[in-house]
């Protein structure tokens, strides 16, 4: 119970030290605050790791007036996201030793990702509605600082322009995902995530399900972020650090999916029946939409974005089928980009920091030739982008097409059918833009100016997240059988139904 | 008192080899293990790559001592089952018949391939890259015969694709291999996307993707709405393997990828990729022949493709290339036969024209490949004279033309007259579309004959070298009409250096020539597969088909003959114009149709999509963020100044009109 505390009192204390330690008459020495992050990093996944496998519950009044509690546990939902954060906040810090960026103090920035993981572990681990909200809004300031003080330096209008879009944008999608939390409580008498699952949106009416459903998802929807509110998106990733870019691409979008799977799908499964067509609808086309702009995409960043949209769509669309493979689906994919689109920031900012910008356009030396290292990262990172069987992706993604083609029986067959069909066009846009990159920077008879490979701790960050691209590509029982049996309450509570023809006690399980 | 940390039992899958595992698992750890030691170390790289194809081919034959002892079909396990919810998803293996003959084909290509590229490849960089990149692939190929579930075929499917794009753009300094890798990946993933939804109808029909248990359930379905799914999964599926199988329309990847490594075309052609359609599709040949207009449509593909390829391979420059488009033609001569081919037979019938086209192709290309490397280059003009130059050469090159045109006894015979009795049972049976592959067959026969007799008389020609010292003798010589009879006569070859020769020849190694010469004696007694319990083919041949196919082939060859010597490289093509063969080099424009029809189409779609992105959606979020600091700006204005007297006055007279208003009404 206390080390589920400890895991997140560590990063809040490690996290605040280190900014108001920068402020302190007498400032920490560099290296004194990456140590101070290191250890609060390292102690913090080793507390993950024992609230995952221990599975503790911390269940403590706060505002009892309005039945407010510090509740907190672990499923197999949130085992998975909340191994991947803390052991990317060991990754970015430990990265950030020689690829301090610059604009700002180190311990300003190490607290600021400190802070983040906090925030982003507490979104995770929280069972209560409402301090979910606090915990996803935590996040923002922090990754503000990130992106507006320690983005690309060379032009500060368009560091302030993307930081400031993502925080306006994030927080109109958090406020409205407020309004959509306390109708969602007061319709069903309780902040409880668990309980909330479990009622599966008994006594509310469908329209009413279905108007809650509708904020909360419009609020999420710009978090995951989902077409058409993704155009915040490609300008943060560009702009922000590496160790940013890292966080939001496989942290910070999490959150959203994630919140509608506990806030949308387990409670409101009516309401989300209702707006299912839309949700898919905005999901493949976001996948269309992610792919054909990576296709002609000059900044190397700005296409890993675009890419991750078309991504985030195959989850979206997993979850709006609404059967249990789908929510599977969507669950693994959502690791799945989380790992890949980790991978791909780590080596194409480090390619950013070496190359001076991110321009596709201008002619260098062929990876293959001059960084074999860097350029068997970004191959497998590619190869996973385009939903290469064997690699991490390729399950997510084909599920995804199957959950679509065998939706849940309240859903429109024929909008589905027509969903998995223009989805499985996106991975022929996948391979289309992710072999582009690669025949132009990893392919290639230039050997000038050749930047130098991957080493030192960068090396095996990078080989680490390289590993678990494969294993979990090679070996996806052992996500999914974490996942499989929170999936099957979800959907068995909301839909008694949804077994798909023919199958043999997959739902009842 | 409990520990601290009680670590839960980590997953693991168990451990007791079955040969349809092994068969599998030992390709892709040569991969994993070349790709990690072979690294700039040549002689590890090879040494992993040989020894992972060995023991996959010594796995192939334990299960065919399997197969053929106990008949076992039990499916063996690999990383499932996945819990999945409502979707069965087993991941298993299977061992039969069809697997372990196919199986043990593979892999002797597949070591014949490794075992010639460490000679064909040994000064090139990417090597160690290269013997793993073939390890991938076999594992992929093996892994789609030895699958008994729908998504292990799509992880086996889709990853020969990847090899493909990795091998054929192996040597990535040159644009041409660059372009050719990604047209290759490009086009096949753009076949496999119905090939992928194909798959889903299936396993969302059945709820399973255990292969045994989807064909159980489609194979009897009587029902009209059934029916048509069925022929829908059917059709998408056959798109997926028109891609890789290069058939009409996606044709054009594949002589393209000529711009691979020679060895990496042999592994492409004779026993992988491009062929593997034939597999999966007598995989589920018991569902195929449910849905006749699936069949019909396969039929009508791999005629139109029969033929047409058979007819671009005559006009090709560069021999490679003329291989690539008859591979694209025999292919074609697979499908064709299951689209024809009586339910009750079996789809034994094009297996056996898979097996015999993976010897002689494989040969074939290792063949060319040799020769290449001695007379620098593929084209009709560098090889012509190659066999009379390079006598070892004669015999592995000339039986697989043989064997290519069907020449009795040799493999190719056998399994091509089996597909033209499969047409003729087919049009006794009724089936649709068989009078089409009939008369496709009895077109590609002639027209192969011809492309092959093509190729020989270019190889067997006199180089230009004997011509120059026939000309100098002619020159030097007192009596020109001496010379004139030797040069209708004598038949010499012309020795340039014997100790030149001598060295060139002596350049091969041990295991690359023992590669192809296995091949060739494959080729040769192959035929004999047909005599084994592995395949069940109907022997009733009609012989006055078979005499009229003889005779088509002798006539078309004796024409090519004919026209060959008054050439200038014994080239028959020599006769037709510039143009001519231009367009037959471009495979009659399909690239610029591809380019007109997909890739611009798509790409304008991309920009408009960037600008609608940035001028319309994006558009909302700038104005309003330019609208609130509009706003702001005018709140701290109208905050800064006292209000007027006036505007107090205005505030009452509107007030005053108001009210006046509400007391009227």
Known sequence: ?509 | MTPLLVLPPVPWPEIHLAPAQLVVLAPAAACLLGLWWGRGQRRVAATLAVLGTLVALGASAWQVVQVLTDHAETPTGTVGPLPVGGLDLPLTLLSDHLSALVAVAVAVVGLAVQGFSTWYLAEDPHYPQFAAGVSLFLAAMLLVVQTGDLVLLLVGWELMGWCSWLLIGLDSRRAAARRAAYKAFLVTRIGDLAFVIGLVILAVGAGTTSIPDVVRHWAHQPGTQQGALLTAAMVCLLSGIAGKSAQFPFQDWLPDAMEGPTPASALIHAATMVAAGTYVLARLFPILVQSGPARLLLAVVAGVTMVGSAVLAFGQTDLKRMLAWSTVSQVAIMLAALAVVPAPMGPDTGIVHFVSHAMFKALLFLGVGWLSVLVGGTTAAALSGGVRHFRELRSPLGVGLLALTGVPPFVGFVSKELVVGASEHGITAGTAGAWLVLVALFLTIPLTAAYCMRAWMVLAFRTQEERAVDQEVSRESHRPQEVDLTEMFDTRTFTPDPEEQAIAERQIDTPAWLSVSVLKWLTVVGGLVVLTPFVTVDWHVDVWLVGCSLLLMAGAAFGVRALSPVSLDGDAMRHAGDRVRSAFDEGWAADRAYLALVARPVLALARWVVAVDRDVIDAWVRGSAAATRVAGAFGEAAHRRRPSANLVWVLVGVLGVAALGVRLW
């Open chain 1, 1 to 509: 119970m206390i080390l589920l505390a400890l895991t997140l009192a560590v990063p809040a204390v490690a996290g605040t030290a280190l900014v108001l330690g920068d402020r302190a008459p007498v400032a920490a020495r560099p290296l004194t605050s990456h140590l101070v992050a290191l250890v609060a990093s390292v102690v913090t996944l080793g507390l993950t790791v024992w609230d995952v496998v221990q599975r503790p519950v911390v269940d403590a009044p706060w505002v009892p007036a309005i039945g407010l509690r510090w509740h907190f546990a672990v499923d197999g939902i949130s085992a998975p996201l909340l191994l991947l954060t803390a052991a990317l906040g060991v990754a970015v810090v430990a990265h950030a030793r020689h690829h301090l960026p610059s604009g700002g103090t180190p311990g300003t920035f190490y607290g600021c990702l400190l802070l983040v993981e906090l925030g982003a572990l507490g979104t995770f681990l929280t069972r209560d509605a409402v301090l979910f909200f606090i915990a996803f809004e935590t996040v923002l300031i922090p990754m503000w600082v990130l992106i507006n003080r320690f983005g690309d330096q060379r032009s500060a209008t368009a560091r302030s322009d993307a930081a400031g879009r993502f925080l306006l944008y994030t927080v109109l999608g958090s406020t409205l995902m407020l309004i959509g939390i306390l109708a969602l409580v007061n319709a069903a008498g309780t902040a409880d995530l668990d309980r909330l699952a479990a009622s599966g949106g008994a006594g509310m009416s469908s329209t009413t399900q279905a108007v809650v459903a509708a904020i909360l998802l419009v609020g999420l929807a710009i978090k995951v972020p989902l077409w058409p509110v993704h155009t915040w998106l490609p300008p943060a990733h560009t702009i922000a650090p590496t160790a940013g870019s890292v966080l939001l691409a496989a942290v910070l979008l999490k959150m959203g999916t994630y919140g509608i799977v506990r806030l949308v799908a387990a409670p409101l499964p009516d309401g989300l029946g209702v707006l299912a067509p839309y949700l898919g609808g905005a999901a493949v086309i976001g996948i269309l939409w992610g792919g054909l702009a990576c296709l002609v995409e000059r900044d190397l960043k700005r296409l890993v974005a675009y890419s991750s949209v078309a991504h985030m769509g195959f989850v979206v669309l997993g979850i709006a089928s609404g059967t249990d493979t789908g929510l599977q689906a969507a669950l693994f994919a959502n690791i799945a980009h989380g790992v890949v689109s980790a991978l791909l920031f780590f080596v194409v900012g480090g390619l950013k920091e070496r190359w001076g910008s991110a321009d596709l356009e201008i002619a260098r030396a062929a990876l293959r030739e001059t960084a074999p290292r860097t350029g068997l990262a970004l191959v497998i990172g590619f190869a996973a982008t385009l939903g290469l069987p064997g690699l991490v992706t390729f399950w997510g993604e084909w599920l995804s097409v199957y959950a679509a083609w065998s939706p849940a029986p309240d859903r429109p067959v024929g909008a589905f059918h027509a969903f998995a069909a223009v989805a499985v066009v996106g991975t022929a846009l996948a391979a289309g833009y992710a072999l582009r990159v690669l025949r132009l920077v990893w392919a290639g008879d230039r050997l000038e100016p050749a930047v130098a490979d991957l080493a030192g701790v960068e090396r095996w960050v990078v080989a680490v997240l390289v590993a678990a691209v494969v294993a979990l590509g090679v070996w996806p029982k052992a996500l999914l059988d974490s996942t499989a049996p929170e999936v099957a309450t979800i959907t068995h509570g909301a839909h008694p139904s949804t077994v798909v023809v023919g199958s043999e006690g997959g739902g009842a399980r």
